[in-house]
């Protein structure tokens, strides 16, 4: 008997979200969202090499690691929807979300 798999989830950008992706250059944006689709479409919460939740911060609960790139996301189980809420480059232990410098303590 074959196992029913999930449907997966819905990948929703917030309108902050959009705005640190077009301040990426265009391979950037590229890579995080190949990324986006194949690292959080079916086990957003599942910890990985490059998933991890974070310390309660004013961001988002969980984070994807591309490179250098950072994605912070929160995810609705009961809705099944990812939400990503900020798109930043991490320069050493400095989070730069457009632009601007994040304290993520």
Known sequence: MKRRQKAPYLIEYSPPS???LAALSARQ???VLDEVDVQLLHQPTTVTRNRKPLQPNPLARFELRI???RVSYEVDEQRRVV???AVGIKDRDRIFIGGEE???S
């Open 83 to 85: 939400e990503i809420r």
């Open 102 to 104: 994040i304290d993520l």
């Open 29 to 31: 944006r590229a890579t």
């Open 18 to 20: 959009r705005e640190h």
């Open 67 to 69: 490179a250098d790139l």
